[in-house]
Structures are given as C-alpha cells and as structure tokens.
C-alpha cells in the first residue's frame, strides 16, 4: 500500500544524551527540506499521552547544535508501556494528522516504538540517543563519545590528587551494566584496570586485579568501574577490598549525571547529523522499524529488534590492550 509521509512527529525519550539536539535539528531541517512538517513532541511518549506537540519550523531548531540535553525534554513513560497509554498516544498522532514517527533515544525507547508501531501500523524510525553506547548494530550512539571524553577528564583530574596522596580510586561509571564506557576511557586515561559487566562470568575481576598486583614502581591506582548490581559497582568494589586489603588507602568517585551533560563533541555532532538526515531518508525510502545505526563510517538500517535484543559484544583486543599498557 503506497503510504505517503506528510507529517512526521519528533520526540526524544528515555536518558537524555548530548548530540540529541543535534538530531533534533537534522531531523526537522531534512523533513521541511523535503516538503514534509514537523511535530514536536515534547516529554518523549508522555507528551503524546498529553498531547503537548508543536509544530517546528526551520528557525526552531537554530542555535541548539552546540548545547546537551534536548530541547524536546525527556522522560521515562510507565503509561505508554499500557495498550490503554497508547491507544491514547495514537488518537493525539490521528488529531494532530502525524503519520510518522522519529524516536531518539535507547533500548526502552525502540521496545515501545516497536510495539506501537506493530499494533497501529505505524512508520517509526529510531536514532540511537544513549551514553551507554550498548545498542547492537552500530558502532557508536549518539552522545556516547562526549560522555567518554567527559570521564576522560574527570579521570585526568582525579589522578592529580591520586597520585598526590598515594590512594586507590574506584571511579563509577554510567552505562546500565555496558562496559563501553568503563574500558574505553580506562584506556583513554591510562586507568590500571576496567570492572566491566561483561566479564563478570570469565573471572573474579577484583582478585585477578589483586594478584596481578598494582604497579610498585606506581603510588596512585585507578579502576574504572561500570555501574551493575553484578559487580556491585565502585562502593562495593572499595568495600571489598578494604576488608581483604586495609594496606590500600582506597577512594570512590562516582561521576553520575555530569556524564549526561554538556556540549556535544564534534563526532556527536557530526553522527546526530548524519543520522538525522538518514532517518528521513529512511522514511521517505518506505523504511519502518528500524533504527538508524553507524558502521564502518557507513550509515546502516537496523531492525528495532535487533538493536534491542541482540548483544554488543565488548571488543577482547581493547581488554588486551589495557591489561597490557597498565603493567
Ligand atoms: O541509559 C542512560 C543512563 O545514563 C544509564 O547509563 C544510567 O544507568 C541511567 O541512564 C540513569 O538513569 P536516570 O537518569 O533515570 O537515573
């Protein structure tokens, strides 16, 4: 059935990601660009509940490249995951006369587009809008490399006074029981070591650290730890070892929200906008279901399925490459 787009809603939903602005202004300009109007939807999937849209012209999404967070505002829906919260979304997409939707955010977001595009026959195209980097099928999420750096640099700080005092640091992460996080910037930071949820079923990751022995030659110590309840993440960590270990005078960083914010790096500037473009290009090509993914520098079409269920694996070179460069 020939289905022609001439309204698309544009939300963002779940944990805010920096570069989600970005999207939202690459998404918008592509549409008008391409003779079809935009819906703002504000709130993620409680604004279509609510019914808080608006219409976006090109001038409302000027000056928003360089800033975090999203403009759209963000929120995490209990309703929309109720058919009775979604039969309500679908009459406010019927009023507004939206007849396609672009969702921008992570693995809750594509659960519910998918289900909502299977039960009222909708066109949904998803960008990836995480920090957590741990969506299957593309190599990078949009916000993902400007929380890297920002840990980067919280490290390089936290180092100064490590050294300084001679003292173990556990420095908590983001990223929903991903290690993407956690090992990238340990390597990025010269970290000693990463505890990261996906090599919790390999090895006891705290006594591999213990017997490998922290450096003598080296007075300061940093782990970068992934936040999980496996793991119990830094506090359980320290706590650990302070017990088996009261020779290490050990401290704990837990970096938390300062990860979500502040202004998008070039690459998640530049992915935001690639992607944008490709999701309107997706639905005007008769693309549904998918998610708009990266790979090998090649913008690529992902089924929301797959982004969600299918697991990304953690490259084992980059856990060689730390556990070699920190002896
Ligand atoms: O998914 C992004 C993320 O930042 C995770 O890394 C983290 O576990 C979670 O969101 C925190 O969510 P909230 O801001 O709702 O506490």
Redo the contacts with the bound molecule.
Sequence with gaps: MEYKIRCVGLLTS??D?PGMNAAIRAVTRTAIFNGIRVKAIYRGYKGLITGEVKEFRTQDVSNIIQHGGTILKTA?CMEFKTPEGRKIAYDTMVREEIDALVVIG?DGTFTGARIFAQEYNIPIVGLPG???N?LWGTDSTIGYDTALNTIVEAVDKIRDTATSHERLFFVEV???DAGFLALNSAIAAGAEAAIIPERETHEDQLEALIKNGFRKSKNSSIVLVA?SETTGGAQGLANRMREEHPEYDVRVTILG?I??GGSPTAYDRILASRMGVAAIDALLDEQRNIMIGIQNDEIVHVPFTKAIKDDKQINPEKVSVLQILSI
């Design positions: 779940g944990g990601a995490r992570g995480t920090i957590d741990d983001m990223g929903r936040e929200h990860q979500r």
